[in-house]
């Protein structure tokens, strides 16, 4: 039984930061990508970052300079390091992995930026 399980969100000031990581236990055939959404209220679900098994980083470009996705195949585990937060940047973050066979996401983690 495949889970993904994620850590890392919380409250942070404007210009902190904060480290998510999501870890996936069981076992996962082929994992093509990894990669980090967020959804805020009343937004639509957006791809944040991701990184595919051949190394390829794409990141949005609202994020682009702040963000640093980055993985270790050995644990199935994906980070996010977030840089220079802003309130914008608020929201439910969702760990998703792509597989030859499926897709996973874990159950989100809140971010919150607020002075």
């Known amino acids: 039984q495949v889970q993904l399980v994620e850590s890392g969100g919380g409250l942070v000031q404007p210009g902190g930061s904060l480290r998510l990581s999501c870890a996936a236990s069981g076992s996962i055939y082929s994992i093509y990508v990894m990669g980090w959404y967020r959804q805020a209220p009343g937004k639509q679900r957006e791809l944040v970052a991701d990184i595919t098994s051949g190394d390829v980083i794409n990141y949005a470009d609202s994020v682009k300079g702040r963000f640093t996705i980055f993985r270790d195949n050995a644990k199935n585990t994906v980070y996010l390091r977030m840089n220079s937060l802003k309130p914008e940047d608020t929201a439910v973050y969702y760990c998703?992995?792509?597989?030859?066979?499926?897709?996973?996401w874990g159950q989100g983690t809140q971010v919150t930026v607020s002075s």
């Open positions: 998703n992995i792509v597989s030859a066979r499926n897709s996973y």
